[in-house]
Every structure is written in structure tokens, then in C-alpha cells.
């Protein structure tokens, strides 16, 4: 049940991102862009029990990622549209908040394991958009070049 | 055709692709497509987060170049889409100086609806609430915590605050108004609902964009991008932190 909550709330909350950032005149693409956010944490959840953090934050925008290139390509628009607002759900925006709540109650333990926590979370979110930007280019590259031959 | 208005308009398109939040290496790409498509020669482009530069040798082998800036970039992602359109529309149409400009200064006319932005702030912010283990009673004060926080947003950026005072100043704005919610016991999950707010001002898109145009070879837009995002997320955690420590009594 937490988890369907969790799952309509990142749904909301991408929804609301997605006019933050000004995608207003086409209505399917807030609602690719929610549910591509969405999908990312349903992934996070199928895979948080066998993997850690920060590797099932990776998984989850790998699968970001791919949806949004792939529906990118569909709708003949920028990737960045839908990875933009697909990420927020995984951003760690709770990893710097509660970095600050144990830097100033003077945790020095666990101010060191979250601060890490949150720079991996943001590395993996980086190396997940870069694994997946360089498999599309790789594949582009090839297509060209079957055009010349 | 006249090639120097032909420049013209498409520096300005750059320039536009720039303002609205486009990635580097877009930025970079689209105009040497551009230049390409209509046959221009040494075509030497070069960009930066608030800057490119390009320059292209005409047909009659005269040359010319542009140098443009842009302070204020904001992230809107329908006038990116719309110039994305209007590049590719370029590229394969090559379509005369006329209809560039009446497409451009569509799309400098396409304004955001506010309200929408206006209601996003609120969805945003109640969703994450929801999202970070709040309950109903947190989604709906994160919510208007959110409509708040747009308004001071915009105080802020009329009075032509910086972006990273206006980040602490607005982090500790929300902050505060949490822990006064927090204190009239209006809402139980304090966390869940300071964390919902946040999301608004965490800097994914930095994060996102940097990283894509690493990729791409621009280390130094790269890095100035990362930069951002490291020093945003430094002037939430103090916002967050001078706040709780201020109100400490109040928790």
C-alpha cells in the first residue's frame, strides 16, 4: 500500500514538475514525462531489495533514460523533455536534506554515510544517462553508415 | 537570399535554444547543421552556458561572425521542443530569411501560462510530500507551501536577487514555514513535508545536463554546470540548516 502511495505521489509530483519547468502546450507530453518519472521509481522498488542504494538508483534511471530516448524518437522531440522531469523521483533531494539534519546534530557517522549516499546517488544518476546517451549514439553512428553503403 | 540576415536569424535562434534551457552540445549541433544546410563553409561554432560564438565563410568567400550572450537562462522546455522543430524544419526545407523570422518571433511569443506554473509549484511540492512518506494532511500544507514558494520566488527575482541567495533564501523560507505548520500541529511528518518543498529547488536538471554534455566533449560547460548543481544543493542544505537551528525551539 506505502508503495502505491509512493508510486502516486512521484506520479503528482512529476506532473507539477513538468509545468514548473514549462511544458504546457502539449498535454502528452506531461503525461509521458509523469509516468517515465513514475516508472523509474517502480523500478527502484523492484530492485531496492536485492541491490543497494545507490545501485538501484542506477537501474532506475537506466530505465529513465531508455524510455525517454525511446519516446524522444516517437514523438520526434529533445530526450531532455522526459529525462528532465523523469529524474526527480531519484534525484536526492532527501540525501541533502538529511545530510544537513546530521551535519548539525553533530552525527559525524552518519553525516559521513549519507553525504556519501547522496554524491553516489548523483553519480549513478550521471553514469546511468551517460551508459544509455552513448548506446543510442553508438546505435546512430551505425545507421549512418548503412545509409552511405 | 542574403546571407548575413540568414546568419543573423540563425544566431538568434541559438541564442534562443540557449535562454530556454537546451544542452550545450543541441545548442552546438543545431547551428552547424544549420550553417551546413544552407552551404556556408569553416563553420566554427562554440558555446558556453551563458555564451556561443560562430562564425562561417560565405559563398562568395567573404566572412562574418556572431558573438552572442545570454544571462538568465530558464529552463522552458515547450519553447526548446519548438525550436527543435524549427531547426529540423531548417535543416531539411531550407526555407527563406521571411519565414525564419515569423517562426522565431512566434516562438519568442510563446509565453507560459503562468497559472500552470503557478499550480505546478503546488502539485510538485504536495506530490513529493506524498511521495517522501507524508500523508494526506502533509501533501495538501507541502501543497500550499508550494503556491507560497512561488510567490517568493517571484519577490525574489523581481528584486533581481542572485539565483543562489534566492535557492537559501527560499529553502529558508520553506523551512520556517514548515516548522511553523509543524508547531500549530497542523501536520506530523515535518521531514516528509520539508523534503516535498525541496524537490522544487534541487538541482536535477544541472545534474542531467552536465552529464550529457560531458559526454559530448564540453568538459568546460560540463563543469560549470556541476559546479551549479554542487553549490544549489549547498545553498539548500544551509537555507534547511540555519532555519532549524533558528526555530530549534519551536521543533
Known amino acids: ?149 | 537570399m542574403n546571407e548575413q540576415l540568414l546568419l543573423k536569424n540563425i544566431a538568434e535562434i541559438g541564442r534562443l535554444l540557449l535562454k530556454n534551457g537546451a544542452e550545450i552540445y543541441r545548442v552546438e549541433e543545431s547551428l552547424e547543421r544549420m550553417c551546413q544546410s544552407y552551404g556556408f563553409k569553416d563553420i566554427g561554432v562554440f558555446a558556453l552556458p551563458t555564451y556561443f560564438t560562430i562564425s562561417v565563410t560565405f559563398k562568395d568567400n567573404t566572412s562574418a561572425s556572431y558573438t552572442k550572450r545570454t544571462l538568465q537562462n530558464r529552463t522552458n522546455l515547450d519553447a526548446v521542443c519548438a525550436l527543435n522543430d524549427l531547426v529540423r524544419k531548417i535543416c531539411l526545407e531550407k526555407p527563406n530569411n521571411e519565414f525564419i523570422e515569423q517562426q522565431i518571433n512566434e516562438i519568442n511569443h510563446l509565453n507560459p501560462i503562468m497559472p500552470l506554473v503557478f499550480l505546478g509549484y503546488g502539485l510538485g511540492a504536495g506530490g513529493f510530500a506524498l511521495f517522501f512518506g507524508g500523508g494526506l494532511k502533509e501533501g495538501v500544507i507541502a501543497a500550499i507551501i508550494g503556491f507560497l514558494m512561488y510567490f517568493f520566488i517571484w519577490i525574489n527575482e523581481s528584486l533581481k536577487i542572485n539565483a543562489l541567495m534566492r535557492t537559501t533564501l527560499t529553502s529558508m523560507f520553506l523551512t520556517a514555514l514548515s516548522i511553523i505548520f509543524y508547531h500549530f500541529k497542523m501536520i506530523n511528518n515535518l521531514d516528509a513535508t520539508i523534503i516535498g518543498c525541496l524537490m522544487i529547488l534541487t538541482p536535477g536538471i544541472a545534474i542531467t545536463n552536465s552529464l550529457r554534455d560531458i559526454i559530448d566533449g564540453n568538459y568546460v560547460s560540463g563543469q560549470a554546470r556541476l559546479v551549479e548543481a554542487f553549490f544549489i544543493a549547498t545553498a539548500i542544505a544551509l537555507g534547511v540548516g540555519l532555519m532549524r537551528i533558528l526555530m530549534k525551539g519551536m521543533i
Not at chain 1, 511544458?23 to 531496492?48: E, K, P
Not at chain 1, 531489495?49 to 516517437?74: D, G, H, Q
Not at chain 1, 546517488?121 to 553514469?127: D, E, M, N, S
Open chain 1, 1 to 149: 500500500m506505502e508503495q502505491v502511495i509512493q508510486c502516486l505521489g512521484a506520479f503528482l509530483g512529476c506532473l507539477g514538475f513538468s509545468f514548473v519547468f514549462r511544458i504546457h502546450r502539449r498535454l502528452d507530453y506531461v503525461l509521458i514525462a509523469s509516468f517515465g518519472g513514475t516508472l523509474g521509481w517502480i523500478v527502484y522498488l523492484l530492485v531496492i531489495p536485492y541491490l543497494s542504494n545507490i545501485m538501484s538508483s542506477l537501474c532506475a534511471m537506466i530505465i529513465v533514460a531508455l524510455f525517454s530516448e525511446i519516446m524522444a524518437r516517437i514523438c520526434k522531440v529533445p530526450a531532455t523533455i522526459f529525462i528532465v522531469v523523469g529524474c526527480f523521483p531519484i534525484v536526492p533531494g532527501k540525501g541533502i536534506y538529511q545530510t544537513m539534519l546530521y551535519l548539525i546534530s553533530y552525527d559525524q557517522k552518519l553525516f559521513i554515510d549519507s553525504l556519501f549516499q547522496t554524491v553516489g546517488t548523483a553519480l549513478a544518476l550521471a553514469t546511468a544517462i551517460l551508459i544509455v546517451s552513448t548506446f543510442f549514439k553508438v546505435i546512430k553512428t551505425i545507421k549512418q553508415k548503412d545509409d552511405h553503403l
